[in-house]
T-cell receptor
Framework: DTGVSQDPRHKITKRGQNVTFRCDPISEHNRLYWYRQTLGQGPEFLTYFQNEAQLEKSRLLSDRFSAERPKGSFSTLEIQRTEQGDSAMYLC??????????????FGEGSRLTVL | GQSLEQPSEVTAVEGAIVQINCTYQTSGFYGLSWYQQHDGGAPTFLSYNALDGLEETGRFSSFLSRSDSYGYLLLQELQMKDSASYFCAVPQGGGATNKLIFGTGTLLAVQP
């Protein structure tokens, strides 16, 4: 399987705990994006990387959220001191640096977080 | 700011044609994408329009009118498997990246 993979697919945690999600993009893709999606809404942009550099973070991303892509391959998204409002699907996507098809992102199936 | 508006739900019968509209407000415009997402699944790319007119890909077509800030996705010969959410999206920040801003989505229910 050469698509975007995310782990874990589901995570249930108690409020106040820390959680970490991992994303493995398509291997030749330089750009990696994190999105958050709540029920009945479209994906909301959180942050993106070009290789290992984090080039942009949304104002939606509070200080409790941190993302890394240390070697320019896989990425992690950590949420500290989780709150019930963090319950959502966290989607990772990747795209090549040279645009194959504009407007095209390759998404993983997401990591669903439930904060009790 | 940027916003994209879509109808929340559309219902159609198998074999029919359905049109899902999207109107957008953006500070700069570079193109309009469409994505399909089945329940519990990953959003998957359907099409991208940078210029006015109709782009056809099999049973799916996408239309753009930049002067009207409007586009639509046309699905023909509907099949049950087309039941899904459909999102329009625009690239933000010069279109140099694929940082996309998504609409709220249209839930399409195809009935037998």
């Amino acid at each position: 399987d050469t698509g975007v993979s995310q782990d874990p697919r589901h995570k249930i945690t108690k409020r106040g705990q820390n959680v970490t999600f991992r994303c493995d993009p398509i291997s030749e893709h330089n750009r990696l994006y994190w999105y958050r999606q709540t029920l009945g809404q479209g994906p909301e942009f959180l942050t993106y990387f070009q290789n290992e550099a984090q080039l942009e973070k949304s104002r939606l991303l509070s200080d409790r959220f941190s993302a890394e892509r240390p070697k320019g391959s896989f990425s992690t998204l950590e949420i500290q001191r989780t709150e019930q409002g963090d319950s959502a699907m966290y989607l990772c996507a990747s795209s090549p640096l040279r645009e194959g098809r504009k407007g095209e992102l390759f998404f993983g199936e997401g990591s669903r977080l439930t904060v009790l | 700011g940027q916003s994209l508006e879509q109808p929340s739900e559309v219902t159609a019968v198998e074999g029919a044609i359905v049109q899902i509209n999207c109107t957008y407000q953006t500070s700069g415009f570079y193109g309009l994408s469409w994505y399909q997402q089945h329940d519990g699944g990953a959003p998957t790319f359907l099409s991208y329009n940078a210029l006015d007119g109709l782009e056809e890909t099999g049973r799916f077509s996408s239309f753009l009118s930049r002067s009207d800030s409007y586009g639509y996705l046309l699905l023909q010969e509907l099949q049950m498997k087309d039941s899904a959410s459909y999102f329009c999206a625009v690239p933000q920040g010069g279109g140099a990246t694929n940082k996309l801003i998504f609409g709220t989505g249209t839930l399409l229910a195809v009935q037998p």
